[in-house]
Every structure is written in C-alpha cells, then in structure tokens.
C-alpha cells in the first residue's frame, strides 16, 4: 500500500467524524493498460468529497454523479466495471485497450477500516480481506509481505511497509530522502554511529534510528528483495563497511553518494574484500539517476527515481552508460 491510499483511511475516519456517509472504492482487476494498480483506492461521499483515486479523473466523475444519484451499494459490495468497449475506455480516458474492475462498499464497523489504519500506524504488515459475499472485513497481520488477492467472493488487500530503505548516515540529505521517500510506501532504518550536532529528527512510525556499525545492521536485518540501501555519509570508514555486506545481500538497490573518481577508488578497495565482480558492478555510485543534481532535495530525488526505476522494472542501462562514457 501506497501513502496515498495510507492517506486515504485517515481520510476516511475525519468524514465520518464528521458525519458523512462514505463508500470505498478499490481497484480489484485491470486489464491491459490502467492508471492505477490494483488495490489502489479512492473514498467519496454524496457531498462530492473525493480521497485518493483509481484512474484519471473521468471514472472518479461518474461515481461521483452515481452517489449523486443515490447509488449506493447494500450490505453486499457493488462491483463496477470500466472501458470494456473502445468507446467507454475513451469517454473513461483510459489507455488503449485499458479496462479496470472495481470493488464499492459502504463503510461500517463491518469494514474494520480502523483497525487497518492502527496497524499501518504501528508499521505493522497485514492483510484486509472482505469477503463479497456479505460485506464483512477482517484485518490480520503477516510475518511477511502478502499478494493482493481477488476472486468472486473474496478481496484481499496487503498494507503496511512493504517497501524498506536503510540508509547510512543521518545529514541533511538523508532528512530530504526521508521526506520524500515515506509517501512511496517505504519503512526507513536510518544508521549513523557518530555524533551529529545541529540535526533535528522528526519522529514518525515508518522511521527508525540507529546507531550501531552499519555493517553489524546490515547483517543483523539480512535485506531482501524489497529493500534498498544507500550510503550517503561521504566516510569511507562508514559507508565501505556498509557496502561490503550490502552487495552481497539481496536488496534490490545499492548506491553510494561520491564523485566518479570516488566511486572508482571505491570500487578498487571493495575488490580487495571477500566481493566478487558481479557484486561491486551492482553498486550504483554516483548515486541516483543523471538528473544534473546539485542540492540535497535534488540529489534525494534522483535517488528515489533510480530506485522506483529498479523497484518498477525499469531498464535504464544505456542512459547510464552514455552518462559514464561523457564524465
């Protein structure tokens, strides 16, 4: 789950505070092409209020003018289908080819949107299954991240951090990454053992600091697939030792802050260590996509984008290898 979605709940709970009638609506299937993903979600009230989104702008229009009209679904889901011809997907504004099935529900205590919303509050992964058949919502937590789930009589939907960024060093750029990095839906360990004056650290429940050795937390966390890992503290001391058990985990996304001459001296001393070729060419150093950054936040964004890249599938290979060749 997104921190768009995330946003979403919370969202959802003010209105009701407030003493509003809200439904929910999920993306449950796509096909072909779609704007959004599946499990993401969008709430509207028959005041037109409107949270979140799953599409452009055209399909959240015609549910509105819905409610408007007094649709509302019963106890049982309503489940709403769009762009199955070529002329609906155009009137929709969905791509070509571009079909979506969505999941609408009157929120309830049935919905157990609450007790979602205080697991992802506490950083906690779980699961929210609504069974279609009769409207009723059960939460559960999960040792590991779940795949969302959609049969005719069953919707299930993962939330909490199942995303992971450990980044070592805690300066200025690491505070503009953070800030960033939380709305894509990432958990946060941020490691610096030194003593750093002048920094403030804001507390949020998707952020945690520590001060160990960043190559005893590596370790101690054994990054999976789902995690990246950043070196941003300019020491050699600190950020080598973090990289020498970072490629050699499994995380997705290994990079270190540092010029091209930096990065070559560090790859010269990482291959003095027990790392094989295949592992220092994993390292993405300088970090971050060729953007022309200068200042931190710039600097935070073209690492988040490199990352979303690999975390997407994105192959941008030869766009840096022409960078590589023009430095």
């Known amino acids: 789950m997104d921190g768009v979605d995330a946003e979403v709940l919370d969202t959802i709970a003010r209105w009701q505070s407030q003493g509003d009638d809200v439904l929910l609506a999920t993306v449950a299937r ?25 599409s452009g702008g055209c ?24 762009g199955l011809s070529a ?8 791509p070509c080819g571009g079909t979506l099935e969505l999941v609408i529900e009157c929120v309830t205590p049935r919905s157990e949107l609450d007790a979602m919303r205080s697991a992802i509050a506490a950083g906690r992964l779980g699961v929210r299954e609504l069974d279609l058949r009769t409207g009723q919502a059960h939460v559960r937590g999960v040792a590991q991240p779940a795949a969302f789930a959609y049969t005719p009589t069953r919707l299930s939907v993962p939330f909490g951090p199942r995303w992971r960024i450990i980044v070592i060093g805690d300066g200025q750029l690491t505070q503009h990454l953070v800030h960033m990095a939380l709305p894509l839906g990432y958990q946060i360990v941020i490691c610096d053992p030194r003593d750093i004056h002048g920094i403030e650290h804001e507390t949020h429940a998707h952020v945690t600091r520590t001060r160990e050795m960043p190559d005893d937390l590596i370790v101690r966390l054994r990054p999976d697939g789902n995690t990246a890992i950043v070196a941003l503290t300019h020491d050699p001391k600190l950020d080598d030792m973090a990289l020498l058990e970072a490629l ?35 390292l993405h ?19 988040l984008a490199q990352m979303t890249a690999l975390r997407n599938g994105v192959r941008y290979g030869a766009e840096v290898r022409l960078r590589d060749r023009a430095a």
């Not at 993903?37 to 709430?43: I, S």
């Not at 549910?63 to 309503?78: E, N, Q, T």
């Open 59 to 82: 399909i959240e229009d015609d549910l509105l003018a819905k409610v408007a009209g007094g649709f509302r679904p019963g106890l049982r889901p309503h489940v709403q289908t769009y």
């Open 285 to 303: 150093g300088p970090v971050g996509l060729p953007l022309g950054s200068r200042t931190p936040p710039e600097i935070a964004l073209a690492i």
């Open 248 to 282: 050699k985990s499994e995380a997705f996304y290994v990079g270190a802050i540092g010029s091209h001459r930096n990065q070559a001296s560090r790859r010269e001393r990482l291959a003095m260590f027990d790392l094989t070729t295949t592992q220092i060419e994993r």
């Open 87 to 94: 002329d609906e997907a155009h009137r929709f504004g969905l």
């Open 30 to 54: 796509t096909w072909g092409s779609a704007p959004r993903p599946v499990g993401a979600m969008m709430a509207l009230t028959p005041r037109a209020r409107v949270a979140g989104s799953v």
